[in-house]
């Protein structure tokens, strides 16, 4: 049981768009900065999202961060065959002091 | 650019003593905390915990009583030892720069499998 809860699968087609939520407390999201990852298949995680909303760079616009009390969410605009992967959210935890991940999301492009 | 490589331990026994090194290249060790993170197989990504490069650490409480992270700064290399180790403890470890939750570069990950 993850300390973050995100749904386990999310769907679309090209061009559609997609958002991803991500639910924690006030232990964590709600005190601290999430972060989103991308994890293509055989592949390890990368940045995808930092500090709630900001990209690193090389990271394309169509990807946007928000954050709304102790629940963050991820959202693809213009979605591509190549965003499909796995997501997943993290976060600092304060009452654990550990950091803490959600349990991924599985996007599909239909 | 800095890279992250991961060592492969082999075949882990249960009971036994997992070690893992992460060879840090293109960069120094110096002035970073390093994590270890663990990727159960089509499973989540869990924390296991952060060690400072002057050696301060801080552990996942659920694994904190097993573990001990560590750095050698003259071989630029960070260290996991996990101890009593079961087939819970399958998974692909990973390395990575950073002391949570933003975690930057990674490895490629080693996949770590206990069985008899």
């Known amino acids: 049981q993850s300390v973050l809860t995100q749904p386990p699968s999310a769907s679309g087609t090209p061009g559609q768009r997609v958002t991803i939520a991500c639910s924690g407390s006030s232990s964590n999201i709600g005190r601290n900065a999430a972060i989103w990852y991308q994890q293509l298949p055989g592949t390890a995680p990368k940045v995808l999202i930092y500090s709630d909303n900001q990209r690193p760079s090389g990271v394309p616009d169509r990807f946007s961060g928000s954050k709304s009390g102790t629940s963050a969410s991820l959202a693809i605009s213009g979605l591509q065959s190549e965003d499909e992967a796995d997501y997943y959210c993290a976060a600092w935890d304060d009452s654990l002091d550990c950091a803490v991940f959600g349990g991924g999301t599985k996007l599909t492009v239909l | 650019q800095v890279q992250l490589q991961e060592s ?6 249960p009971s036994e003593t997992l ?8 960069g120094s060790v110096s002035s970073y905390f390093w994590s270890w993170i663990r990727q159960p197989p089509g499973k989540g990504l869990e924390w296991i915990g952060h060690v400072y ?20 700064t003259s071989k630029n290399q960070v260290s996991l030892t996990l101890t009593s180790v079961t087939a819970a403890d399958t998974a692909v470890y990973y390395c990575a720069r950073g002391s949570g939750p933003w975690f930057d570069p990674w490895g490629q990950g080693t996949l770590v499998t206990v069985s008899s």
Do not use: E, F, H
């Open chain 2, 53 to 72: 490069y002057t050696g301060n650490t801080k552990y996942n409480p659920s694994l904190k009583r097993r573990v001990t992270a560590a750095v050698d």
């Open chain 2, 19 to 26: 070690s893992l090194n992460c060879r840090v290249s293109g």
């Open chain 2, 8 to 13: 492969d331990p082999g075949p882990v026994k």
